[in-house]
C-alpha cells in the first residue's frame, strides 16, 4: 500500500503500543547475563490525571528507559500510584456529599468501601494516560502503596522504628489544617506573604481607667489569650508590672508577665499571649505556666470556649470581632501589614497552629547517611545547584509529624487500653500479649485501635525497595531476588518540589533498610510554564490539555516539543508552537524516508559525489553520537534532542540526500541506495528513544522485519572513531555552495540556470572529493582555477578562497554597486572591532593563545573579504 503523503500519528499510535504490550517488549526479569537498569516512577496520586508536569517527567524517563533497552541491558521501569490520604480522602467525601451522604453518618469501614469503590473506578486513569505518551512502564509490576503487601510494609516498618526508639507520641504544638482536618508536617506547609491588617486593640488594665495596647494581625483570638507580655527592660510599661488586664468583650481577666522575648520596637512592644494558637506563645506559656484555651473547633470554626460568636469561621469571626471591638472602642487604629502565613501543601487552607497529640519521627540520627552521601555525590543531584537547598534542610531537619486524621490510608499500629497506656504491635492480639503482662485484668476486645493514618510520605518513601520486595522490612530480612538484582535503581526523574517530601525520605529509607543509596542520579526538571512566566494551573487557564495536545499533534511531536527546552532543574517556558514543531520534524522525516523509497536503483557504480557524501555522513553521524552520548551521560536530555534533530534535518535532509538524491525519474546506483537505507536505520535507532512511535512505523517501512525485529529492542548504535579532515572538507563546500545560492537568491538568477565559477588562489580543490558536490548541488556548469576574476562578476571568500562568479551582464550594476558598498562598510566595521580587541595591551596579554589565534583569523578573513568585495565594485 502506498504510504501516505503526510505522517498521521493516529493511524500509528495505538497499534504500536499495542505490538510492543503484546510482544512483551516492556517486560523485565532478573537476568544475570545482563545489567539491570531500573528507574521507579514517580508514583501520581490514584486523584491524578495527566497535566504537563507529568508530560515532562514521564517523557524524560521513556527516553532514558528506551535507550538502556536499545543498549542490551535489562530495562525495568516500575509504574504505579500512591493512595494520596488528603486528596483522595477529599474526593471521597465531597462524591458522599453528592449522594446526601455525610462521612459523620458512616462508620470507618463503611467509609473505606466507598473509597476503595472510588479508587477502582477512577484511580488508574493517570496510568493509562501514560500509555498514550507511550510509557513504555513495565505494566505488569504496577503498585499501588495500598495493596495488601505493602500495606504490611508500612506498617512494619512503623513497628520497626518504633522499637529502634525513633518513633514516639507526643503532645505537641503542630500544623493544623482545617480544610482537611489533619496534622501536617513542618514540609507540608508553604509560607506565603499575605497582605494582612495590624489591628491595635486596647486591653483595660483592672482597677484603672488606664489600658495597654496590643497590636495583633488576630483579633479572632483574643478570647485564648492567658497573658499580655512586656520586656522587662522597656521603661514605658514598668508601672503594669505585676498587674492584670482584661481581655476586651469578654472581661476575662489576664496576668500582665515579663520576658525578654519581647521585641521592644514592633508593634507596641506588649505581646498578646495565646499559648494555645501560636508556637512561640505555646512555648512562652510553658515557660510562665500559663492555661491554654482553644477557641477553634477542627474546622477551623469558633468554639464555645470563645464565648462569643460560636460557630462563626475564624476569618468570618476577625471581620466581625473588629467591628465590635471598634463598636466598644477598643480599637485603636487599622494599618495594613504584610505578614507570612503557612498554607496547606495539599488543601491551600491558611494552617491553625495547634497543640495536639501526635506520633513524630526523630529525625536527626536517622538522617546522616543520607545528608553525607549526596554531599560527597555517591548520590548525584542533577543540576548540582540543588545539593546546598538539600543539605540547609537536612543539616536543620525537625521531627516529622506522621500522624494524620483521616480514615484512608495506613492506619496506625497502636492499641490502647482503657487506662490510657498503649502497645504497638501489628495485630489486636500481639498488642494484648504485651499489654496484659502489665495489666492481667484486660480484656482483649477493650483494646482499641489508633483512629489515626500515616503521613503518605510514610509509605512513598519505601517506594524503590517495595515495589520489588514488601517483606524486606521484616527483621533479617535480606531480600528477594528481584531486589537484589534491581536495586539500587539507577534513575530517579523527579521534580525539585518534592527533594525533601520524597527524595529525602527515600534516601534515609535506603540507608536504613538496605544499608545503600535506593538510585545512583537523582533529575530534577523544571516547572512547566506558560510564555509569560507563569505556572500553569487550572485557575489561569493557562495548562493545555495533554490529550488534546496529543491528539491534535501526535505523541512524538509532544514530546519533542515538552523537550526541546527543557534543560534539567530550570522552568520550562511551554509555548505549543514547540509542539508544532515536533510535528513538523515527524514530517519531515516521513517525507524524507518517501523521498528515499521513491527511488528506484540500477547496478552502476556509484558517482564521486555519491561516494563522498556516504563518507561524509558516516563521519559525522559517528562524531554526532559521541556528542550525543555525552550528553545523555550528563543528563542534557534537550541538548541530546537537538543533536539528534539537527543531524537529520540539516545533515542528512539538507545536505545528505541533496548530494545523491538523482536527476528526476532516475535511477539511484545501488550501493548508495543501500547505504542510506542502512543510515536510515542508524538515524532512526537514536531518534527512537525521543520519537518511538514514527520510527517503528518507518523501520518497519525500510525493510522486511522478523517477528521480533523491532526499533524498540534494535542495538544502540556504537560510536566510532571519525575522520575530522573530512569534516572540515565538508563543512568548507557546503559554505561555498551556500554562498552560491546565496549570490542566485539576491541576484535573481534562477537556481536551474547552471553558472561558472573562477577559483583564483586555491589549487588543492582542484583534486577535493568534494568539488563533485560543489557542482552538482551549486548548479555549475564549469569550475576553472587559478584564473582571475572576471570583470563585472560577484566575488567572495570562504576561509581565505577567492571565488568569482562571472555574470555577463544578468544583473542590474546600480543597485549591485549599493550592495556591495553597503557590504564593504560592514565588513570595515567588523574589522575595526577585530583590530580593537588586538592592539589592546590588555587582551593581549590576559586571552588564552587560541582565543588571540582566532580574533588574527577573523582579521585575515575580513580582510580578504573587503579586498574581493572592492574589486567587484572596482570593475562594475
Not at 531476588?481 to 536495586?487: D, I, P, R, T, V
Not at 561516494?611 to 550528553?631: M, P, T, V, Y
Not at 538523482?662 to 537514536?686: A, N, W, Y
Not at 560592514?826 to 572591532?833: D, E, I, K, S, V
Amino acid at each position: 500500500m502506498a504510504l501516505s503523503t503526510k505522517y498521521n500519528p493516529a493511524e500509528v499510535e495505538g497499534k504500536w503500543y499495542q505490538q510492543w504490550m503484546d510482544k512483551g517488549f516492556f517486560s523485565a526479569s532478573v537476568n544475570p547475563q545482563k545489567d539491570p537498569y531500573c528507574i521507579v516512577i514517580p508514583p501520581p496520586n490514584v486523584t491524578g490525571v495527566l497535566h504537563m508536569g507529568h508530560m515532562l517527567n514521564n517523557t524524560i524517563q521513556d527516553v532514558l528507559i528506551r535507550k538502556a533497552r536499545m543498549q542490551g541491558k535489562e530495562a525495568c521501569w516500575v509504574p504505579g500510584t500512591d493512595h494520596a490520604s488528603i486528596a483522595t480522602e477529599a474526593r471521597v467525601v465531597a462524591m458522599l456529599r453528592e449522594k446526601g451522604i455525610k462521612k459523620s453518618d458512616l462508620s470507618r469501614e463503611q467509609f473505606l468501601e466507598y473509597a476503595w469503590e472510588w479508587k477502582e473506578k477512577y484511580g488508574g486513569i493517570i496510568l493509562e494516560q501514560l500509555k498514550k505518551l507511550g510509557a513504555s512502564c513495565d505494566w505488569n509490576r504496577t503498585k499501588f502503596t495500598m495493596d495488601a503487601d505493602y500495606y504490611d510494609a508500612v506498617i512494619d516498618v512503623f513497628i520497626d522504628l518504633y522499637r529502634k526508639g525513633y518513633i514516639y507520641r507526643s503532645l505537641r504544638m503542630i500544623n493544623w489544617d482545617p480544610v482537611g482536618k489533619t496534622a501536617l508536617s513542618d514540609d507540608e506547609v508553604n509560607y506565603k506573604d499575605v497582605q494582612s491588617k495590624l489591628y491595635y486593640i486596647n486591653y483595660p488594665i483592672e482597677g484603672s481607667n488606664d489600658f495597654v495596647t496590643i497590636a495583633t494581625v488576630r483579633p479572632e483570638t483574643i478570647m485564648a489569650d492567658t497573658a499580655i507580655c512586656i520586656n522587662p527592660n522597656d521603661e514605658r510599661y514598668k508601672h503594669l508590672k505585676g498587674k492584670r488586664a482584661r481581655i476586651p468583650l469578654i472581661n476575662r481577666p489576664i496576668p500582665i508577665i515579663e520576658d525578654d522575648y519581647v521585641t521592644m520596637e514592633f508593634g507596641t512592644g506588649c505581646l498578646k499571649v495565646t499559648p494555645a494558637h501560636d508556637l512561640n506563645d505555646y512555648e512562652l506559656g510553658k515557660k510562665h505556666n500559663l492555661d491554654l484555651i482553644d477557641i477553634l473547633n477542627d474546622d477551623g470554626t469558633l468554639n464555645d470556649k470563645a464565648q462569643i460568636l460560636v460557630g462563626e469561621d475564624r476569618f468570618v469571626a476577625r471581620k466581625k470581632i473588629a467591628k465590635l471591638l471598634e463598636e466598644g472602642n477598643y480599637l485603636s487604629k487599622i494599618e495594613d501589614y504584610k505578614s507570612n502565613v503557612g498554607f496547606s501543601e495539599r488543601t491551600d487552607a491558611v494552617i491553625e497552629p495547634r497543640l495536639s497529640l501526635q506520633w513524630f519521627v526523630k529525625m536527626k540520627a536517622i538522617t546522616k547517611p543520607a545528608l553525607d552521601n549526596v554531599m560527597n555525590d555517591t548520590i548525584r543531584l542533577i543540576p548540582p545547584k540543588f545539593k546546598n537547598t538539600y543539605s540547609h534542610w537536612m543539616e536543620n531537619v525537625r521531627d516529622w509529624c506522621i500522624s494524620r486524621q483521616l480514615w484512608w490510608g495506613h492506619r496506625i499500629p497502636a492499641w490502647y487500653a482503657p487506662d490510657g497506656t498503649f502497645a504497638v504491635a501489628k495485630t489486636r492480639q500481639e498488642a494484648f500479649e504485651q499489654l496484659s503482662l502489665k495489666n492481667p485484668t484486660l480484656h482483649e476486645e477493650a483494646l482499641k485501635q489508633d483512629e489515626d493514618v500515616l503521613d503518605t510520605w510514610f509509605s512513598s518513601w519505601l517506594w524503590p525497595i517495595a515495589v520489588f520486595d514488601c517483606s524486606v522490612f521484616k527483621d533479617g530480612n535480606k531480600g528477594n531476588n528481584e531486589l537484589n538484582y534491581f536495586y539500587p535503581t539507577n534513575d530517579l526523574v523527579t521534580a525539585p518540589e518534592i527533594l525533601f517530601f520524597w527524595v529525602a525520605r527515600m534516601i534515609i529509607a535506603g540507608y536504613e533498610y538496605r544499608g545503600q543509596m535506593p538510585f545512583k542520579n537523582v533529575y530534577l526538571t523544571g516547572i512547566v510554564r506558560d510564555k509569560q512566566g507563569r505556572k500553569m494551573s487550572k485557575s489561569l487557564g493557562n495548562s493545555p490539555d495533554p490529550l488534546e495536545l496529543i491528539a491534535k499533534y501526535g505523541a512524538d511531536g509532544v514530546r519533542t516539543g515538552m523537550l526541546f527546552s527543557s534543560p534539567a532543574g530550570n522552568d520550562l517556558l511551554f509555548d505549543e508552537k514547540l509542539c508544532e514543531q515536533g510535528r513538523n520534524f515527524a514530517n519531515k522525516i516521513w517525507n524524507a524516508f518517501r523521498l528515499v523509497k521513491g527511488w528506484s536503483t540500477h547496478t552502476t557504480p556509484p558517482p564521486a559525489e555519491n561516494q563522498i557524501a556516504c563518507a561524509w555522513f558516516e563521519n559525522r553521524f559517528n562524531q554526532a553520537l559521541q556528542e550525543l552520548d555525552d550528553h545523555f551521560e550528563k543528563f542534557r536530555i534537550s541538548d541530546a534532542l537537538m543533536t539528534v534533530y539537527k543531524l537529520i534535518w540539516e545533515d542528512f535532509c539538507s545536505w545528505y540526500l541533496e548530494m545523491i538524491k538523482p536527476g528526476f525519474g532516475q535511477p539511484i546506483d545501488e550501493p548508495t541506495f543501500e547505504k542510506t537505507v542502512t543510515f536510515f536505520e542508524s538515524l532512526l535507532k537514536i531518534l527512537h528513544p525521543f520519537m518511538p512511535f514514527i520510527t517503528e512505523e518507518l523501520w518497519h517501512e525500510l525493510r522486511n522485519r522478523g517477528e521480533r525485529e523491532y526499533v524498540i529492542v534494535s542495538a544502540w548504535p556504537k560510536a566510532k572513531p571519525y575522520d575530522t579532515s573530512i569534516l572540515k572538507e565538508a563543512a568548507f563546500a557546503f559554505e561555498v555552495i551556500t554562498e552560491i545560492r546565496n549570490t542566485r537568491n539576491t541576484k535573481n538568477l534562477s537556481p536551474k540556470e547552471p553558472l561558472k565559477i573562477q577559483v583564483t588562489n586555491n589549487t588543492a580543490l582542484q583534486g577535493s572529493a568534494f568539488l563533485a558536490v560543489i557542482k552538482k548541488l551549486g548548479n555549475l556548469s564549469e569550475v576553472s582555477f587559478g584564473r582571475p576574476a572576471a570583470p563585472g562578476g560577484i566575488n567572495f571568500v570562504i576561509q581565505s578562497t577567492e571565488f568569482s562568479i562571472p555574470l555577463n551582464g544578468k544583473i542590474d550594476t546600480g543597485a549591485q554597486r549599493l550592495a556591495l558598498q553597503k557590504e564593504i562598510d560592514y565588513q570595515r566595521g567588523f574589522l575595526n572591532a577585530v583590530n580593537s580587541k588586538l592592539s589592546n595591551d590588555r587582551f593581549m596579554s590576559s586571552a588564552p593563545p587560541q582565543v588571540i589565534e582566532m580574533e588574527k583569523k577573523k582579521k585575515a578573513d575580513a580582510e580578504a573579504k573587503i579586498k574581493a568585495l572592492e574589486k567587484t565594485l572596482s570593475e562594475l
